[in-house]
């Protein structure tokens, strides 16, 4: 019987094929913004590297990838692993994510006010397309996946809750983008990275490029990412707004290109922007949801 076939970022039965790229060094540490805080930057930059990072690390290797010297990474690693927030192979010494930081994850996600709100939707809009469906917010450059259902078909996604993704090359961040005004939207695209990096031949190249893209998501209300944020990937994304008609969140449908149905529009784009009218009618009303700053 022949073997699982190799397909890029996608997992097949229990085997898992996804050719990750490398990984560039994390850019230079944040500078500390207020007084006394130094520390505490210190030991949140180091989580994120170590959180960002597939497989786990050495110290030397943490050092490199965090920007900060050797002795510094010593101290904070000792620090962290102290207070169960990272975990040190006893005979490897590599890092990982310790269990006292995913216990506060774990109960985080599960308080998620955003999440709670829109769970049942998403799990419709799942059964319906019978495709994966992920949830996200913005999260500075980046949006996060705070949901996500995975697809009752063999062949999967290889994406995480908690991970970063760009806002340029996916149909969530896309999808939100183009819904914020001009000053905000202007605010969002001097944060992002220059130049863009190039996930896939088909990443958006430059700002003035998404910009026409963001037209075009803002005058049909939905985005795609036509295999620009992973190979073989194809996704539609529409926004989920809060309180005065601003984006708040966004929703994707997330399919493989070979398998895509014939008529896309009808099987994913209805069914995904009806989700999002649901929730986004839901939220409105809930002052206390209508704020991207709650996750």
């Not at 965090?66 to 990272?86: D, F, H, I, Q």
């Not at 539609?236 to 929703?251: D, S």
Request: proline share 7%; glycine share 6%; with cysteine.
């Amino acid at each position: 019987m022949a073997g699982p076939r190799r397909r890029g970022g996608l997992v097949t039965a229990n085997a898992t094929f996804s050719a990750m790229p490398e990984l560039p060094q994390v850019a230079n540490p944040p500078a500390a913004q207020v007084a006394g805080t130094a520390a505490f930057s210190k030991f949140m930059h180091v989580l994120q590297v170590v959180a960002d990072t597939p497989e786990s690390m050495t110290v030397a290797e943490l050092s490199k990838r965090s920007g900060y010297p050797r002795p510094t990474v010593y101290r904070t690693v000792a620090a962290l692993v102290a207070e169960r927030l990272l975990a040190e192979h006893p005979v490897t010494g590599k890092l990982s994510l310790g269990p006292r930081l995913i216990q506060l994850a774990s109960r985080s996600w599960g308080r998620s006010e955003m999440r709670l709100a829109a769970v049942e939707n998403l799990k419709q809009l799942r059964d319906v397309t019978g495709e994966t469906v992920h949830l996200a917010v913005p999260n500075g450059q980046h949006m996060v996946y705070i949901e996500k259902l995975e697809s009752p078909s063999v062949v999967q996604m290889n994406s995480r809750i908690g991970t970063n993704v760009s806002m340029y090359s996916t149909a969530v961040g896309k999808a939100y983008l183009a819904m914020l005004d001009e000053a905000a939207l202007q605010a969002a695209l001097d944060m992002l990275p220059q130049p863009f990096a190039c996930h896939t031949p088909n990443t958006v190249k430059d700002t003035a490029a998404l910009r026409r893209q963001l037209e075009q998501v803002r005058q049909r209300g939905w985005a795609v990412d036509d295999e620009e944020n992973e190979a073989g990937i194809y996704c539609f994304g529409a926004p989920i707004f809060g309180q005065n008609g601003v984006p708040v969140a966004a929703i994707s449908v997330s399919t493989l290109r070979f398998r895509q149905k014939p008529d896309p529009e009808a099987a994913y784009v209805a069914p995904l922007l009806e989700a999002c009218r649901a929730i986004s009618q839901r939220i409105a009303g809930t002052p206390m949801l209508a704020s991207s700053d709650l996750l």
